[in-house]
């Protein structure tokens, strides 16, 4: 179990930036890949963004390629969601996840743990 602290999440128009934090205390055998989801009401949690934190490889879902970025920083144990161009059916409750390998995967099964969410809202 790893302790992981979203944070970055609110509202804002469409079209707009917000940069979502994920903030881990130590990277450890739980974390060589850390990912972030989302979930609106009603609907099944979903893949956003994944990154390995020893090559950097990056994989994202093609509803936000090219709009989002996820990034690292070791020294800081922390990965961050930069989500430009926000769109409205972006409006979701973001998790951070953490997975016990560095092969990237796509569904929540596979990440063995979690934060707590954070709101991010779009707005016309």
């Known amino acids: 179990q790893v302790q992981l602290v979203e944070s970055g999440g609110g509202l804002v128009q469409a079209g707009g930036s917000l940069r979502l934090s994920c903030a881990t205390s130590?990277?450890?055998?739980?974390?060589?890949?850390m990912g972030w989801f989302r979930q609106a009401p009603g609907k099944e949690r979903e893949f956003v963004a994944a990154i390995s934190w020893r090559l950097g490889i990056i994989y994202y879902a093609d509803s936000v390629k090219g709009r989002f970025t996820i990034s690292r920083d070791n020294a800081k144990n922390t990965v961050y969601l930069q989500m430009n161009s926000l769109k409205t059916e972006d409006t979701a409750v973001y998790y951070c996840a953490a997975r016990g390998s560095g092969t990237i995967k796509t569904t929540p099964a596979e990440f063995g743990s979690w934060g707590q969410g954070t709101q991010v809202t779009v707005s016309w």
């Open positions: 130590e990277r450890t055998f739980s974390t060589y890949t």
